[in-house]
């Protein structure tokens, strides 16, 4: 059996790394010949049209290439891809067996984004772990983020690959995540890529505030928002 059950109830793939479509899907080869189209969770890697899409999958390549896996799945896409964390025996270590998280390894480097979108996906560990990664990749101007306003391949997807105009900003800081508060008086926060966070505006005279990131939000009393 190539597909097993796991004991936190995900199904886990076992097979060889045969192809690399781009820096986020790869092909795995099981033992029965059969192939299984795998989207790896937790990121979004650039396009192939879009800056530093070929850079990402040519990390990823270097990553899993040819090499065995072990893939955590707990769904498919609704492209019929197994959606998953991948595991990788790391280059550097012989005998360390199948302990990278490709996906995490991803977004160290800067070769994608921390999928927030479908954060509510990830347990919270892990979502920690991404995001925490996704931060440090960007203090450190690690690969795509050496781009000045390096857009996320949601928006690419979205705006046909058109220059998105940056979000506004009060004063100088730069933050992009928007503090609201509904008519109900609910703090939210927004962040670019989710669905109402074009339309949604802030207004600083009404105590509306911009966060840099979402641990600040959530410490000054913001919640995520659920759209």
């Not at 690690?142 to 004063?171: I, N």
């Not at 207004?203 to 840099?212: L, P, Q």
Request: contains cysteine; proline residues 6%.
């Amino acid at each position: 059996m190539i597909l097993l059950a796991h004991p936190s109830t995900a199904a886990v793939l076992l097979g060889r790394v045969v192809g690399v479509s781009d820096g986020d899907t790869i092909t795995v080869l099981d033992s029965d010949k059969r192939q299984h189209k795998v989207r790896l969770s937790g990121i979004d890697a650039p396009e192939k049209s879009q800056p530093y899409g070929q850079a990402s999958k040519t990390n990823l390549s270097r990553l899993v290439y040819l090499k065995d896996v072990r893939v955590e799945s707990h769904k498919q896409d609704r492209y019929g891809r197994t959606l998953g964390k991948v595991w990788v025996q790391p280059a550097e270590c012989a005998r360390c067996g199948l302990t990278l998280d490709a996906n995490l390894a991803q977004l160290t480097v800067g070769m994608a984004w921390w999928y927030r979108q479908y954060a509510n996906e990830q347990p919270a560990a892990e979502r920690g772990q991404y995001e925490f990664a996704e931060q440090e990749a960007k203090a450190r101007k690690a690969g795509l983020w050496k781009e000045p306003r390096p857009m996320p391949p949601w928006d690419w997807r979205h705006g046909g690959g058109k220059v998105a105009s940056p979000p506004p900003a009060p004063g100088s800081n730069g933050c992009v995540i928007k503090g609201n508060i509904n008519g109900k008086g609910q703090r939210i926060y927004h962040v670019p890529g989710q669905r109402y966070y074009a339309e949604t505006q802030i207004s600083v005279a009404k105590g509306e505030r911009w966060f840099c990131t979402e641990e600040e939000a959530k410490s000054a009393g913001w919640r995520a928002s659920r759209s």
